[in-house]
């Protein structure tokens, strides 16, 4: 069984796609870039974006009953690899020890910097 998780508290996104989807005991949250909730591109920097994208991360995971700390895996895409350091200082600041798998790689994005998706475990 698969329940989707929806809330107005981060962008809704512009496809075929659920927000997060909860299943076998974990929440699985769609890829995010940095949008606001009428889903324009907001911010210049990496840091600037990678903030947003895991602030939005953040709500949906609120939303499926998580927290940042039931993140178990994080897959990250950025435009262009020589910000990876510039990103980590502010990923850095939205996890706590352990830190969750990571995987992350260089990207073709459209307009935007950062795309993230995770999984976390479901506290249900």
């Known amino acids: 069984m698969r329940k989707a998780v929806r809330t107005s508290e981060a962008s809704a996104g512009d496809g075929p796609y659920s927000q997060a989807i909860v299943s076998g005991g974990f929440v699985f949250v769609s890829g995010q870039g940095p949008l606001d909730l009428e889903g324009r591109v907001v911010g210049d920097t990496i840091e ?17 009953g998580c927290s940042m ?22 990923y850095r600041t939205y996890f706590q020890e352990p830190m969750p798998a990571r995987t992350c790689f260089e990207g073709g994005l459209d307009q935007i910097r950062v795309e993230i998706d995770v999984i976390a475990k479901s506290r249900d």
Do not use: G
């Open 48 to 64: 600037e974006q990678t903030a947003l994208t895991l602030s939005n991360i953040e709500r949906i995971l609120q939303a499926a």
């Open 69 to 90: 700390d039931d993140v178990v895996k994080v897959n990250v895409i950025l435009a262009d690899i020589s910000e990876f350091s510039r990103f980590n200082a502010v």
